[in-house]
């Protein structure tokens, strides 16, 4: 038997809390809306919308990240995320990301064999899966951005740090130049080295092991740039994002489904009966056909991603006056819309705070406001990764599943939020061959 510590780090956003809080997970609510005085915490799913949809740019704090991530769309403000996300919004369509299941499913394989939290990273940027050189590059890149976030956080809770005239003359801000810099060069050598081999050879040649049509995002964000759409550097600053967007989250949900599955015998008897009925007694790799047939599994991901949202709150700013059911505020108010309060709000009834799969299994024991389930936020800049992440992380889960029983204790594990919400103790996972 194998047992685990789920490691992960980086964030898809940068969020508000006023404390370096642990707790224990059945309590994290009470510290996620506790809050510094001034700023306006919103559950109200309707509230929520509004602002979500009014209030488009995002709080100061999200300037911090923009050294590095600048006009990426996690901090990018309303005027340039805008036509950001509309050039995007065609790589993220469904077309697109059915292209990409064969590189999720040998990412999961391969995961599945390692035992590893750094398999997959390759899938984003587009490195071939077996170029050593190029995976111990990216591996110190994923150190790198941990450092970068955990300077964020440590800046975050440090208010004078907040100023940049004070934080200019810091150490952490030496530190942070020195993470930036060996970051943005990074990158900017993957883009470069992939903009020569575009040049020399065929996108079939050069990736010799992608299905028909795959591209990885890089080279959809290559594509726009040759219609001189984006600069190189607007390219690096989305790639950067998108990395540091999906990293963290997905893993951070991948760990808490696999403890709650572990805590649920019962609930893990299921998946695994549901993919028995799928794939039989073959060892076959998955297909995109087999995933709307793994519905438990994915009623399962979803109850953890309702639960336990990686990102639990997000921050907006208004511009001009704000006008919700009770109150109106006026511009340059700072909101922060609590995606865990909505995910656990008295609509989901009387079992709200419970892990209950089978609510999803039918129309009728779901609430019937769709932003009740507000994990990849809500409104006009919700998260565009949303199915792409919902894909990777069921074909993932499918492949660990199928090969190992899984143990872990919820009520052992202890929360921290603090950009994200993350287990940092009790979280051990347990895995063994299946026969």
Not at 26 to 48: F, P, Q, W, Y
Not at 86 to 98: G, R, S, Y
Not at 389 to 415: F, P, W
Request: include cysteine.
């Amino acid at each position: 038997m194998v047992v685990l510590e789920a490691k992960t780090s980086l964030t898809s956003g940068v969020s508000w809390c006023i404390a370096d809080h642990r707790t224990r997970s059945s309590d994290v609510g009470k510290r996620i809306t506790n809050m510094a005085e001034g700023k306006r915490v919103i559950t109200d799913l309707d509230d929520c919308l509004t602002v979500a949809n009014t209030c488009l740019d995002k709080p100061y704090i999200y300037d911090f990240g923009k050294q590095l991530y600048d006009r990426g769309l996690a901090t990018a403000n309303a005027l340039v995320w805008k036509p950001q996300r509309k050039l995007l919004n065609p790589a993220f369509n469904q077309q697109i990301l059915n292209t990409f299941f064969q590189e999720y499913s040998l990412q999961a394989k391969r995961l599945t064999t390692k035992l590893s939290n750094e398999a997959g990273k390759e899938t984003v940027i587009g490195v071939k899966p077996n170029d050593h050189e190029q995976e111990i590059t990216l591996k110190n890149y994923a150190h790198a951005t941990d450092k970068f976030f955990a300077i964020l956080e440590d800046r975050i809770f440090s208010v004078w740090l907040h100023l940049p005239v004070i934080f200019n003359m810091s150490n952490l801000k030496k530190k942070q130049d020195a993470v930036i810099q060996f970051l943005k060069s990074t990158t900017e050598t993957i883009i470069m080295n992939r903009k020569s081999e575009r040049k020399q050879t065929t996108y079939a040649d050069s990736v010799p092991e992608a299905t028909s049509g795959y591209k990885p995002i890089l080279d959809l964000l290559l594509d726009i740039g040759e219609k001189q759409v984006f600069t190189d550097e607007e390219i690096r600053e989305q790639l950067d994002t998108i990395i540091g967007a999906a990293y963290d989250t997905i893993t951070r949900a991948m760990t808490f489904c696999l403890i709650l599955i572990g805590t649920y015998p019962k609930v893990q008897a299921r998946i695994q009966e549901e993919l028995q009925e799928v794939f039989d007694d073959s060892d076959r790799d998955l297909t995109r056909h087999d995933l709307p047939r793994l519905v438990y599994l994915e009623a399962v991901l979803k109850e953890t991603l309702r639960l336990y949202p990686p990102v639990p709150r997000v921050g907006k700013s208004s511009e001009s006056p704000v006008r919700l059911k009770h109150y109106t505020f006026p511009a340059g108010t700072t909101f922060f819309l609590s995606l865990y309060g909505m995910n656990r709000h008295a609509v989901w009834g009387a079992d709200a705070n419970e892990f209950n799969p089978d609510r999803w299994l039918s129309p009728d024991t779901l609430p019937d406001n769709p932003n009740a389930f507000a994990t990849f936020s809500i409104g006009k800049r919700n998260c565009i990764g949303k199915q792409s992440a919902m894909m990777s992380m069921k074909t993932t889960l499918a492949y660990i599943l199928r090969r190992y029983s899984v143990t872990g204790d919820i009520r052992n594990v202890q929360c921290k939020c603090d950009i994200i919400l993350k287990p940092v103790s009790g979280h051990y996972i347990g895995l063994q061959l299946r026969s």
